[in-house]
């Protein structure tokens, strides 16, 4: 799986924006899944996707380079499918190759008679007995983590009026999006890789908005999908910064779906995240960003909470390093 | 110029955007204006969209149908061109063919070198003497409503926390877009047409929150394209309605620009107009609207000056019919 | 039928795509037989591509140029039409006009009822008795050449590890797709112009890769398109270099497609063709390719072959030019 990053596919300096890797991925991993849940005779069914693990981005991706995708399946539940998928660029001239993303995706098989119904996945052939035992526990994990999220999903964005440079207000951004037939699968429903390259597009104005460089996607924390959004649906999609490191932005972003021809339904909140944005210079070195200035209190909190992540996420990457160091 | 229509071009219901016409028809005039602005010796230039006129969607046209826009050139003055583009939509299965816009486009030539500066336009020749005096009429004519306009362009659109259903608040919208480079021309500003299809995407979410129906682009009013837009800005389109008759719905749209790298500029007002909707049923009859819920001041001055606006093009239309009917 | 070029149509060094090129004639084609075919009372039905002839691409197109096509229909069989496309790139600030294109296209209609009823075909006037009769010829041999390929379509990329460059193995590469809405035509199958645009990306990453130069599409064989492809399947487009002269390279492309929803049926063959691709300098000259290296039986084979693919066309071009040079 490959296709040449065009310009549409990229920023005014060149770097290719998150939200097409993520489209690719989501892609490679929706083919991958809907054909192993066909595999046996039953019911017809499209893959829908349930959740994606935290990504990162481990190297910018270039116009004019050739991303190749590549994805496998790597656990299945009764219900679910997990899909590591990973993105490699290179550039065919130099013939460069790099890794850009590891990402993990899972999937639910939904009829396509009717979709709310969840048929059952074919097990997979595991080479050895661990590798069961360790999907297993991901698969525990993420469904905890999905719960809770689930939860945390009542916020809103309030509008701020003539808001002060570098506060939460100031850069806090949103777009809406008329559902259209190609951003849907064959069940009706957005794909959710459509739905993560909005969400990266508003991230990353909000990131621009803020400290006015080249910004670019560094890492997606997990992102559940809790509820399905129909075609012909109108989708808001807004961020506001949470937290600022010295080198780094945390953009909450969330999605709600307006339904708005079906009348049975109000407007919904269908997905959330974090994304963290970095800000580089012409060479492509990460630059220092300006402060989040936080006014009210539940600024202030969100701000304490994105520290925490941040901090999580920074020990886990040193526990990893010396794990790596020590083998 | 023809093109088939697919579906990412139309609504669930299977009717083109009114954006997506537009969007075509500026094509056409572009092409034209900047051919004819070069046909003579001199600096290279593009010619870039001034303004449009007055547009009425005819007839609805559908998925399938094969577009076709025809453009000619109708009135130079020293440095403006006048286009007139005509649309038909033919069905190719059966045959049928009907004129679904005409449209009036007004191009300036900017010198590609030196985007700042407005060149000479070579002057067409004019079959009849009273041609030439009719164009410059309209010439003028344009020439003051852009003034007017002009001064008009200070408002913004607030926010509203938990509006009523078919209050101004409720279906009140806004995107934001961040520029790339399929959006703009050789001299690296966004083609008027892009503008345009994303004013009637806003425009038409404001449309479809306020009615919950199938809507459709029934006319714009004339649009100034005041200031231009840069590679790498975002834009932010912002919609309202402002009055709605028994069977139509006005909607003010803003488009803001701010080319956030660009230090030297902040935030500006780069277009403005009003769209019209009808709302259709599933036969594509229209259907009657539900009344807009005026509660502030400006809104219900918004409202009057709405009403004018449609009584003023009532007797326009009336009094054209007399004069066919007449001839 | 005309567009002005964008930097998405392009390669990074301006060069529009030859897929962009094929994808736009295909779609002139396919109005103008389609319009024919219904010309008639009788059931309505799409004309859906059967088979491009050879097509070379004359001189290269530029971002920013306008693409101008024009369609004729040529001749008409029982169940099948001939289309002559010819694109012109126009330079509007110069106002230089080129031939880039000359492309015969066959259709065949569909009944729009049922997809796997082939109509009949009004019959066209022909100016001259000759003009019938050298349709006729055209008709009689594009059929043979139709039967021979379908018996050549069970072959198969295998991945080679770790590839030497130059090697048939270190450039081959693939690319899937999944077949959305705007894709496909009002019966629901993909547009052939969408599947030769993806064959042509598919070659160009190919022909990059042996070469890590600027290459541009130079000529594309004769392409048949034997098994419709149905909205919702994934389709595999795979290309290898099969042989290389002095200054060209031939690309063989695969397509396959996997309705993978669909039970009744496994992934087949839709689809294969030869593209040949020249590396160009920075000034636009044809530049020296590195010879292929082939290392099985079947590679050293294929290479043969395309030595007498390259022969033959060689051998014809000299043989036109003589007869030009000699009226």
Not at 136 to 144: A, D, G, N, S, V
Not at 214 to 241: L, P, Q, W, Y
Request: net charge neutral.
């Amino acid at each position: 799986l490959g296709r040449i990053m065009r310009p549409d596919d990229a920023n005014i300096a060149g770097n290719v924006h998150g939200g097409t890797i993520l489209k690719m991925i989501e892609e490679a991993g929706a083919i991958i899944s809907t054909r192993h849940c066909n595999s046996q005779a039953g019911e017809p069914c499209v893959a829908a996707l349930a959740r994606v693990e935290r990504t990162d981005f481990l190297s910018p991706m270039c116009i004019g380079e050739v991303a190749n995708v590549s994805a496998e399946i790597t656990y299945t539940s009764r219900h679910s499918v997990e899909v590591q998928v990973n993105v490699m660029s290179e550039n065919i001239l130099t013939g460069a190759k790099k890794v850009t993303n590891k990402a993990t995706l899972w999937y639910v098989p939904l009829s396509l008679k009717n979709v709310n119904k969840v048929l059952e996945v074919p097990p997979i052939q595991y080479a050895r007995k661990e590798q069961e035992d360790e999907g297993k526990k991901r698969y525990e994990e993420q469904k905890l983590d999905r719960l809770e999220t689930k939860q945390r999903n009542g916020d809103v964005i309030f509008p701020v009026i003539n808001p002060e440079p570098h506060t939460v207000g100031y850069s806090q951004s949103s777009l809406i999006h008329l559902v259209g037939p190609s951003d849907c699968t064959l069940l009706g429903f957005v794909h959710g890789g459509v739905t993560m390259k909005l969400m990266d597009e508003v991230a990353g104005i909000v990131a621009a908005r803020h400290c006015k460089t080249n910004i670019v996607t560094a890492s997606v924390d997990a992102i559940n999908f809790h509820e399905k959004i129909k075609k012909g649906s109108v989708i808001t999609v807004s961020g506001r910064m949470t937290f600022t490191s010295n080198k780094s932005m945390e953009i909450e972003v969330f999605v709600d779906a307006d339904p708005f021809v079906d009348e049975s339904r109000g407007r919904y909140r269908a997905v959330s995240a974090f994304f963290t944005y970095v800000s580089l210079s012409k060479e492509g070195k990460p630059l220092p960003v300006p402060q989040l200035l936080t006014e009210t209190e539940d600024e202030k909190r969100r701000f304490e909470e994105g520290k925490g992540r941040y901090l999580q996420t920074k020990a886990k990457r040193q526990a990893q390093m010396q794990q790596a160091a020590q083998h």
